[in-house]
């Protein structure tokens, strides 16, 4: 049986998923205050959306997560030094970083050529048999068109290379936070969001330049991606879509009278 501690968890993380993404910060402050005793598993539970910071070396942004942090300080994938400085902070080895700076420029340009901008980043970290590494991307609205929005999608990865090094085990969590406002005269305002979180494994052979980790990697989160912005193009939108459209419409009354007239003649066309 589920200790008391277990169930208050389950249901935290169950109402974070119900709320605005947007406000996530807020709403797990004010969950901690409610229950500082889940404070550890709520922080390393739930996702926040992405923080932007500048590399002071070459002025490019990047993002902050608990992957690259270190105590009080971020490492930054361009120049591999941690603000504030921090002298003994954790470091990705020699090949591994040179691995990190590769994927960080391939994503940068699958970014501009999904995204047409934002900011992306990709963090690595060595384990005792393989490494893991997350790469995060985040794209805000530019208010056109008086719409507001934020897209934030982590993709933390687990590389188990076996025996022999050519073939390894991929595992894939993707995590995706959604969210748009718009404030127009014909539909008034409207704040919808989510997030989306989906997981796969798969195996991969490792043995040529056709077969490396940068492209395993890239062509499993480039599937991934694009099977969530599927499910919430279609499922998301398209039902909240038919749900606004059934309750609002900006036709008048004759309009409406005259649409409904010409549905029921073809009806009865066809019925005859």
């Not at 020699?94 to 940068?108: G, H, I, P, T």
């Not at 305002?189 to 395993?216: C, F, K, W, Y």
Request: include cysteine; aromatic fraction near 6%; glycine fraction near 8%.
């Amino acid at each position: 049986m589920a200790s008391e501690s277990d169930q208050q968890l389950d249901c935290g993380l169950d109402l974070m998923r119900r709320l605005p993404p947007q406000q996530v910060e807020k709403n797990l402050n004010d969950l901690i205050d409610l229950c500082p005793r889940l404070l550890d598993d709520l922080l390393s539970a739930v996702d926040q959306p992405l923080k932007i910071a500048r590399d002071k070396d070459s002025g490019k942004e990047y993002l902050l997560c608990d992957y690259n942090r270190d105590g009080d300080s971020y490492r930054s994938p361009w120049s591999n030094a941690y603000d504030p400085p921090l002298e003994d902070g954790a470091m990705p080895s020699d090949k591994l970083r040179q691995l990190e700076m590769e994927v960080n420029a391939a994503f940068e340009a699958y970014r501009d050529a999904y995204f047409e901008g934002g900011v992306s980043s990709v963090y690595f970290w060595d384990l005792d048999h393989g490494f893991a590494g997350v790469v995060l991307i985040k794209k805000n609205g530019d208010g056109s068109r008086n719409i507001q929005g934020c897209w934030d999608s982590i993709h933390v990865m687990e590389i188990q290379e076996k025996a022999g090094g050519r073939h390894a085990h991929y595992k894939l969590t993707s995590t995706v936070m959604l969210w748009l406002q718009t404030d127009k005269n014909e539909s008034g305002m409207m704040n919808l969001g989510g997030s989306m979180t989906r997981q796969v494994e798969a195996d991969h052979p490792v043995n040529d330049a056709t077969n490396t980790h940068l492209i395993n990697m890239g062509r499993m989160i480039e599937d991934m991606e694009s099977k969530i912005r599927s499910t919430l193009n279609e499922v998301y939108f398209g039902k909240t879509k038919q749900i606004v459209g059934e309750l609002r419409t900006i036709m008048d009354a004759e309009e409406l009278k005259r649409q409904k007239k010409i549905a029921s003649e073809i009806k009865g066309g066809i019925t005859k």
